[in-house]
């Protein structure tokens, strides 16, 4: 080790000099008492160096609650399409860190988070989800990735804490028997949700994408309707068939270019929502457990029971990642059975006998010419 020591005329200091590929490196250690700590000091320097920290102030020192509140949320707002969220978890990451600056939040701490966060009760007077908690602990890892990019912090210690497993996966879709009945409902009050469930079924239309439509959106001379301001934030054309061009003829008449399809008569706005309307529908109709985002899952599923390839119903249904789609291409118990009888050997008594016990065909002569 390069460490030396100097009798001053009051203390007695340790410094160190060394080298480092080709560039001379020295001072003192003043905090060392005895060579060992010397050498500690010394070695800690050379890692600084060779990971090109040394010499540099330290990031971290700014406190969480301000990075948040002062550049995080504002980033947010204009680069998120679901910074409402934010506005609405940061108040709990906030005031937990309070007072942490960013370098002092450690993987423990964000864990204990984690678990006193998944036991604390919602406005609604639920046990908050699991779900809910690993939206804060995404949110929480994106503003450490933002300070990172913005030379805030070294590292962000939620790669170290695992979110929680969901069972989220949803096995619902609105059955062929089940759509006679919504459709009988969907009259009076409820009639302005036929439309929409036609739509919703013929294209696979997320629920946002279909409401915010207008009419320049739709190219009759081509049977096409485009989706705009999508998941994925890239644009799709998908085809129409009759039902859903019936449907999109009638409300199409006499609309402006930039007219919604969908439109709210009270704000002049396009209609947001429409959970309590159609949770009405079902009840009445007898259809336990549907949900509105179960009628894109039916448009999937019965793409994928005609037998399209998995390629052609993402691209349908505006997936990035194919393996997304398997959660929307079901399995039914039709399915299951017909798969389960192709195996049974009687039917396939052909298939198995030997090419040597096949019976062969007599040869043509050869003609003569």
Known sequence: ????????????????????????????????????????????????????????????????????????????????????????????????????????????????????????????????????VNRHLEMLSKIFNLAIDFGKADGNPCNKVSKFKLDNQRFRYLLPEEEPLLMEVLKGERAHLQPMVVIAIGTGLRLREMLSLRRNQVDFSRNTVTAVKTK??????????????????????????????????????????????????????????????????????????????????????GHSDVRTTRRYVRVTERNKREAVEAARLQNNKDVHKLATNRKRLPMAAAANV
């Open 1 to 132: 080790m390069s460490v030396y020591k100097r009798n001053g005329l009051k203390t007695t200091r340790w410094y160190y000099y060394f080298r480092v590929r080709g560039v001379r490196y020295r001072g003192a250690i003043t905090e060392a008492r005895t060579k060992q700590q010397a050498e500690q000091a010394e070695a800690q320097i050379k890692q600084q160096i060779y990971e090109g920290r040394f010499g540099k102030s330290a990031s971290g020192k700014e406190k969480f609650s301000e990075f948040v509140e002062n550049t995080y949320l504002s980033w947010a707002k204009t680069n998120k399409r679901s910074w409402k969220n934010d506005f609405y978890a940061a108040p709990s990451l906030v005031n937990y860190f309070k007072g942490k600056t960013l370098t002092e939040i450690t993987p423990v701490m964000i864990e204990k988070f984690k678990t006193d966060l998944s036991q604390t009760i919602t406005q609604r007077r639920l046990i908050r989800s699991r779900a809910s």
């Open 232 to 317: 994925t934030s890239r644009n799709r054309e998908i085809p129409l068939n009759g039902d859903v061009l019936n449907v999109l003829s009638h409300l199409c008449k006499g609309k402006a270019s930039s007219e919604y399809l969908f439109e709210n008569p009270k704000t002049g706005k396009h209609v947001t929502e429409v959970k309590t309307a159609f949770r009405t529908a079902c009840r009445l109709a007898g259809i336990c457990g549907l949900v509105w985002h179960d009628l894109r899952a039916t448009f999937g599923t019965r793409l994928g029971e005609a037998g399209f390839d998995a390629f052609t119903i993402a691209d349908l249904m």
